[in-house]
């Protein structure tokens, strides 16, 4: 596999199905393992690393768990490529980093990725359309056996799995849903949803994790603590408080539409219609643009635009993407035009329909 | 425990003396010798003997913990602190007792619950020593000091053909 045939995809968890898919658009769960006998990738010394990597490679490539994953070194690839990988969310920014003997192993669908020698030896995760955490966790266990079955982990029977940061020992797991609140942000309710989320000790983060933005009104929310309680225990606790944040959501927008109907039909159709007719578009924009537009549609104010469509455009549009979709290097200015085009032409195609 | 530099009573503070951002020398005190250091500031430059004070009494000083070196991967708790990664899986062993505290802070709990690994813990234990045998083996070579590598070596398959067989038991 490498980076140009996944420009011909998209992933199978942005189709915008599954359970609660108007608001919940992702499911996650990611384990963090390191192999017992050698240093923590940081440490690690050019020969170690490279250790580890073929060994992992070797197992991943094996079909775990009877999953066909693509193993793709990021050694020696162009940082656009690697910037591709991490809009795509197969990568952390932090394995974007240019440093020697890293790769990912990912699978047809997209659904599962494999980091191999980022801050752990091993970062593996499990993503699905909509609220699906259980299906995450029953997919990842048995991959985590199955790369286990050969290689031994660094465990101790006190603290769990360890990993390089003490943040992340014991279970090595963060359970993390990926939330669009845009009724919540319009009225501004948003920071109540937080401090309820802190209490409880879960963390709230954008779309691209740590210390990202909170682009198109998303927002990513997992359990902080990771020793002490079981897999099955972290992920109640993220799973049990979805519902009310969901009710919550749905609560304000019904609200929205009661009061105004009229403004947020014109909101939303403003915002279609810029999307549509844009001839220069910068990438915030376009996400803010996008996230009335996924409203809309939810709400049945837009009714010519497929879900799936909405969710791809908000990765497609990022600039990496852009780039590579269109094979050109392309400076911001050049490339708010090409993304202004390429949003009309998809829009257009969409809503017209196939011929 | 180290000794008070000024009389004998066992040392609770060690100061680095600093000059214009220069060590220029280190004190170990006992806690009344201290108070009479630091109320006189005898110091050149008190702050860094001021900030080692703070410190609550009857815990081992800061200083001291940095200097303690995981004797797997070779980092110290001080390279740890200011990186906030870990070396090794080994240092949970080497940083126990520095790392516990941080880990209660973290995560409120200590013991870990939930999934364990279908290979036989212990054998993780077996792999530190393995980390440790392979560094002082790279270091061996890189030095040619091949009757050492050769030790080192025979040393490593000791503790591979340990490992798996007992792999290969509790995997079956």
Redesign the interface.
Known sequence: MDVESLTQTSGEWLRGTGPESDIVMSSRIRLARNLASFPFPNRADDAARAEVELLLRGRLTDRPAGRRLNYLSLTGLETLDRQFLVERQLISREHSDERTHRGVAVSDEENVSVMVNEEDHLRMQVLRSGLALDECWQEIDRLDDALEADVTYAFSEQLGYLTACPTNCGTGIRVSVLLHLPALVITKEISKVFQALQKIGLAVRGLYGEGSQAMGDFYQISNQVTLGKSEEQLIATVKDVIPNILSYERRVRQALVKENRQGLHDQVSRAYGILRNAQTISSEETMHLLSSVRLGVNLGLIDDLEMQNVNELFIQTQPAHLQKIRHQRLESAERNVMRAAFIRQRLTEESTGPE | MKKCGRCDKPAVLHITELQHGEVKGLLHLCETCAKEYLSHGQGSAPEAGLAEAELPEGEEPLEDLDQHVCP??G?TFKEFRS???????ND??AFQDE?LP??EN??????????????A?H??QK??Q??RL?NQL?AAIDEEMYEEAARLRDQISVIERE?TPS?AAS?A
């Open positions: 797997s991967c980092i990186q906030g990664r870990l070396g090794c899986p949970y062993i790392l941080l880990l973290i995560h409120g709990e200590t013991q870990h619950v939930g999934k364990v690994p279908k290979r813990p054998a993780s792999q530190y393995l980390i392979r790279r490992i792999q995997d």
